[in-house]
């Protein structure tokens, strides 16, 4: 047995305690959409991308059943990567769970500004900055409150990085800065 969810410690723990007539392998699709239910489903929507394993221990992932996962999983062509509970929601939370609370500040930030208006002017790069804010909150609700504290220490960073940026408008820093960005985006896309 395994779960699709996006957080794995308090997870995985309830399912090893409840679970006991089959094995449980903590699983995380790192592929996603803003709509959920029938209408978005999407064959390709797996392929390429990470789907996270999260065994207590290795072998694990030597059994038949996970065995036989693992194949689906190649069939799917999705990515696996293997990493402990603790591992995961560190990094998950700094890349899936802040560019949703980023995107869905930015989205109530405008909607406060323009109180249900639209701006006069606005591009794709608003469209996609926020493409996440249409995320529902009844699923992220749990996900925030199964993963707070890496959560809070992910948007601690991210918020010193914008204080950052905001100290700097008018210095060479921010060319610097603009050099990190976009050397890690650059990256993303070229993987």
């Given at each position: 047995?395994?779960?699709?969810?996006s957080t794995k410690c308090?997870?995985?723990?309830?399912?090893?305690?409840?679970?006991?007539?089959?094995?449980?392998?903590?699983?995380?699709?790192?592929?996603?959409?803003?709509?959920?239910?029938?209408?978005?489903?999407?064959?390709?929507?797996?392929?390429?991308?990470?789907?996270?394993?999260?065994?207590?221990?290795?072998?694990?992932?030597?059994?038949?059943?996970?065995?036989?996962?693992?194949?689906?999983?190649?069939?799917?062509?999705?990515?696996?990567?293997?990493?402990d509970c603790d591992a995961?929601?560190?990094?998950?939370?700094?890349?899936?769970?802040?560019?949703?609370?980023?995107?869905?500040?930015?989205?109530?930030?405008?909607?406060?500004?323009?109180?249900?208006?639209?701006?006069?002017?606005?591009?794709?790069?608003?469209?996609?900055?926020?493409?996440?804010?249409?995320?529902?909150?009844?699923?992220?609700?749990?996900?925030?409150?199964?993963?707070?504290?890496?959560?809070?220490?992910?948007?601690?960073?991210?918020?010193?990085?914008?204080?950052?940026?905001?100290?700097?408008?008018?210095?060479?820093?921010?060319?610097?800065?603009?050099?990190?960005?976009?050397?890690?985006?650059?990256?993303?896309?070229?993987?």
């Open positions: 047995m395994t779960d699709a969810g308090e997870i995985v723990d309830v399912a090893r305690q409840v679970l006991t007539r089959c094995q449980f392998l903590g699983g995380h699709p790192m592929a996603g959409k803003e709509s959920r239910g029938a209408r978005a489903a999407d064959a390709e929507l797996f392929r390429g991308h990470p789907w996270a394993l999260t065994p207590d221990d290795p072998h694990e992932l030597e059994t038949p059943a996970a065995r036989e996962f693992r194949r689906w999983l190649d069939r799917m062509g999705a990515r696996i990567a293997v990493l995961h929601d560190r990094l998950v939370a700094r890349t899936s769970h802040v560019p949703q609370l980023a995107s869905t500040a930015l989205g109530a930030v405008l909607e406060m500004q323009w109180q249900g208006a639209l701006p006069p002017l606005y591009g794709p790069g608003l469209m996609d900055m926020t493409r996440l804010a249409l995320s529902s909150y009844d699923l992220w609700r749990d996900i925030l409150a199964t993963n707070s504290d890496h959560i809070d220490r992910a948007l601690g960073d991210y918020i010193q990085e914008l204080e950052h940026l905001r100290e700097n408008l008018r210095t060479r820093q921010m060319q610097e800065e603009f050099g990190k960005g976009a050397a890690f985006a650059k990256r993303l896309r070229e993987r």
